[in-house]
């Protein structure tokens, strides 16, 4: 089996987060923010109310309903194994961390012991629509990681939801190909 398609694991939304990456940075270097256990990762919600500060937010929950929004945060030194979502289809994720050495893979098995795989390397600022369904492993080799990610209130497959968004206008032009 060949390498998995960039365009079938993720797609960058065109507009960038504006002041989220600075609230979730200065929220996670609280020393009290509440940490919850969430699927193998440390969790803590965000307000409903930055949907109503995010212009890319707004327009996505116009698309499709957002259900909550939270950061997590996988600890140092941490691999989370290959995996697909059980409870999602595909999400959203904006990378808060800028300065660790981490990995978000996707891979395609091609025996019992190999994978092809392809990096997501998360630019700076940047909403991506995520395909929570092709496996995925993240590999933190560093500091503690955080991510923003997001839920939708349906569970949407993301073939699905990267049509809805590339006709509105809502991902980067070469993500919109298909």
């Known amino acids: ?5 960039a365009a079938d694991c993720y797609a960058p939304l065109r507009r960038r987060a504006e002041g989220l990456v600075e609230h979730c940075r200065q929220l996670v270097a609280r020393d009290n923010p509440l940490w ?3 699927f193998g990762f440390l969790a803590t919600p ?3 109310d930055w949907i109503a500060h995010e212009p890319a937010l707004q327009a996505v929950e116009q698309l499709c309903p957002i259900a909550q929004l939270g950061i997590l945060q996988m600890p140092d030194h941490w691999v989370y194994h290959w995996h697909r979502d059980q409870n999602r289809q595909a999400c959203i994720n904006l990378l808060i961390s800028s300065e660790h050495h981490s990995h978000t893979l996707f891979g395609n098995s091609v025996s019992d012991t190999s994978m092809h795989c392809l990096e997501l390397e998360y630019e700076p600022g940047r909403f991506y629509l995520f395909n929570n369904q092709v496996p995925h492993s993240v590999i933190n080799l560093d500091v503690n990681r955080f991510l923003f990610s997001l839920e939708f209130a349906e569970p949407i497959p993301y073939a699905e939801l990267k049509q809805r968004f590339a ?9 919109s190909e298909p």
């Open 167 to 175: 006709t509105s206008g809502l991902l980067e032009p070469e993500a």
């Open 46 to 48: 965000l307000s409903r």
């Open 1 to 5: 089996m060949a390498a998995p398609r």
């Open 36 to 38: 919850l256990p969430h």
